[in-house]
């Protein structure tokens, strides 16, 4: 453990964000908080972002980011669980390790990794399970997160399924654990692994090196990440070190305690009466988030004004997305780029509309999939304690002058 | 001539060498309450996280915290015994409380 380093960095003052203060009746969902203050302090290879946390980061991306289809690196979210990342990496000497249930045990270098290997991308939304969980009334256990806990990238790698080939899997494999090198203060802590069962993998599947045409930055997994497009974050491993095939389920912390939801059909409970089981949160619902403009933006009347934002669910791929800009009476299509980046990337889409009343103007968006689902009103959203999975239809309310 | 030098250069730089050397992640100080029991925050809880992931849970009831602590204690390994739990759960609770028990 390297405790002390921590406090032998120079201490950085900064605006931290504020406690989280709702208008929202308790019990009710409302919208989540919106575009908190950017912190002064820049973490590495990131501009200022909104941050909850140093140690370990926690940054958020501001929603005026949210206008394009791809997230840049420098100002895409950061969550880690544990106080001890490596600060050091040395790409010439990185192995990662398979080992497990298979024929044959291999270490991988890096190189070995961009070179002996076909090299292939996807491009995939990565959103923290408790993104917008600053929407929940009362207040969900967790990081009161606006939503900006989230990013679209291309990713680029090699398939898992490949490297399993390689090893060889036993008849008897069934999951897979992927550890990650963050470490705990404490040796008992349990580490951060997860457990995919192999079903669960297809073919986009990918373990990382680059995202968006760069080196993955130190603070989005460096130098290799798991890539599990259509599913919530918790899930990609970042700064892999060792993937582990078993015939058993082992029970984990973050499998078995947190990021999961009730485990029944609307994955709902009250305050007072906790559902009795539940799951993991695994796939990602369809939800849509403004980008342009928001609760900043200077609107002026009878102006052309072009609404942008993006849409995403877990892969079945975004039908529509329907707009308002009369508080939810009336809803008009959006216009979607060609979606050529796949179906797990966001879609940006864009509505032009011509603001002719003075005053308070609520714009909203609705996502809707290609298999139907549809964002609920935020208010319709139903309560779980975790925070999780919040996708109520957005908002932003501006002054047209 | 010049574009040979140009793309040589691209050539042998990676992508984008940035952990060559050793990140220093900032260190932030973020502001938190003095108060009865600060001692046993200070102790028990830097250890692993800074007070921002304590601060920014929003105000909970003293039920929530009792239980985020315990959580800590059971699941995280933190090293503290009842006192030092009732510590934390007062002060979280008193400063950082909704004013609701449950």
């Known amino acids: 453990m390297q405790r002390r380093e921590f406090f032998k960095k120079a201490a950085v003052t900064a605006g931290a964000v504020a406690l989280g203060t709702n208008t929202v009746e308790a019990g009710v969902t409302g919208q989540p908080i919106d575009n908190r203050k950017v912190s002064e302090v820049a973490f590495p290879e990131k501009r200022p972002l909104i941050m909850y946390s140093d140690r370990p980061p926690l940054l958020e991306t501001p929603r005026d980011v949210f206008t394009s289809t791809l997230t840049p690196n420098d100002q895409f979210f950061v969550r880690w669980h544990m106080p001890d990342i490596p600060t050091h990496i040395d790409p010439d000497t990185y192995t990662i390790h398979i080992n497990g249930l298979v024929d044959k045990e291999l270490h991988i270098s890096l190189n070995d990794l961009k070179t002996k290997f076909e090299q292939v991308e996807v491009t995939a939304v990565l959103q923290c399970g408790g993104n917008s969980r600053s929407a929940f009334q009362p207040i969900a256990g967790g990081i009161q997160w606006g939503s900006g806990a989230m990013g679209c990238a291309t990713w680029k790698g090699v398939r898992l399924g490949d490297i399993l080939d390689q090893a060889g899997l036993d008849k008897d494999a069934r999951w897979i654990g992927f550890n990650g090198s963050e470490k705990a203060a404490y040796y008992e802590t349990p580490e951060f692994i997860r457990e995919l069962e192999l079903t669960e993998l297809d073919d986009n599947v990918i373990l990382a090196y680059e995202m968006n045409g760069e080196d993955l930055p130190y603070l989005n997994g460096y130098p290799l990440r798991l890539v599990l497009p259509g599913y919530y974050s918790d899930s990609w491993v970042k700064m892999l070190s060792n993937i582990t095939v078993t015939n058993e389920y082992k029970k984990l912390f973050f499998m078995d305690v947190a990021y999961r939801v009730p485990d029944n059909e609307t994955e709902s409970e009250t305050p007072e009466k906790r559902y009795p089981t539940t799951k993991p949160i695994k796939k990602m619902n369809v939800k849509s988030v403004i980008g342009y403009p928001t609760k900043e933006s200077i609107v002026s009347h009878k102006s052309h004004v072009v609404v942008r934002g993006v849409a995403w669910d877990d892969g079945h791929g975004i039908q529509d997305v329907m707009v308002s800009v009369d508080g939810g009476k009336t809803w008009e299509k959006a216009l979607l780029d060609d979606g050529k980046l796949g179906r797990y990337a966001y879609r940006a889409f864009r509505y032009p509309f011509k603001p002719t009343t003075f005053g308070k103007t609520t714009i909203m968006t609705k996502a809707i999939s290609k298999i139907g689902e549809e964002q609920p009103l935020a208010k319709d959203i139903k309560w779980n304690h975790g925070g999780y999975k919040y996708n109520g239809i957005d908002e932003v309310t501006v002054e047209v002058i | ?102």
């Open chain 2, 1 to 102: 001539m010049k574009k040979l030098i140009l793309s040589a250069l691209l050539l042998a730089s990676p992508l984008f060498a940035q952990v060559k050397e050793k990140v220093e992640v900032p260190y932030v100080a973020f502001p938190i309450k003095m108060g009865k029991g600060f001692d046993a925050i200070q102790t028990n809880c830097l250890m692993c996280h800074s007070f921002g992931y304590i601060t920014n849970q929003g105000r909970q009831s003293k039920k929530f915290w009792h239980g985020k602590v315990v959580k800590m204690v059971d699941h995280f390994k933190a090293p503290m015994d009842e006192k030092a739990i009732q510590e934390t759960t007062d002060y979280l609770f008193e400063h950082y409380g909704n004013g609701k028990l449950k």
